[in-house]
């Protein structure tokens, strides 16, 4: 089976930066996409961002765009999210996902719809203070 395992979680202050680190274990199974979504106190989940496997092709909440950033390195299986300008509105916890079934191939792939990944982290705390 897959496994996500993230790190770099963590208290910044306002303005500071973070990069959020997702390792992908189970490499008999290949991954199509991966993303971040992050679920704040009292709020619902909203993605974050998202990265198909072979071409790199970024997705991102229009709301992110500009200060988050996430890429991969497929040699060390991981993804990542560059957090940059931290508001303490981004205060969440943050999962990273992964969909390895091929679903982003097959169209119409909605990259912002929590149930078409197959396998979540354990979610990482990010706190952001004023």
């Known amino acids: 089976q897959v496994q996500l395992v993230e790190s770099g979680g963590g208290l910044v202050q306002a303005g500071g930066s973070l990069r959020l680190s997702c390792a992908v274990s189970?490499?008999?199974?290949?991954?199509?996409?991966m993303g971040w979504f992050r679920q704040a106190p009292g709020m619902e989940r909203e993605f974050v961002a998202a990265?198909?496997?072979?071409?790199?092709?970024?997705y991102y909440a229009d709301s992110l765009k500009g200060r988050f950033t996430i890429s991969k390195n497929n040699a060390k299986n991981t993804v990542y999210l560059q957090m940059d300008s931290l508001k303490p509105e981004d205060t969440a916890v943050y999962y990273c996902?992964?969909?390895?079934?091929?679903?982003?191939?097959?169209?119409?792939?909605?990259?912002?719809?929590?149930?078409?990944?197959?396998?979540w982290g354990q979610g990482t705390q990010v706190t952001v203070s004023s």
């Open positions: 189970g490499r008999t199974f290949r991954n199509y996409a």
């Open positions: 996902v992964a969909e390895t079934m091929g679903k982003p191939y097959s169209g119409s792939f909605d990259y912002a719809y929590a149930p078409n990944y197959d396998y």
């Open positions: 990265i198909t496997w072979s071409y790199s092709s970024t």
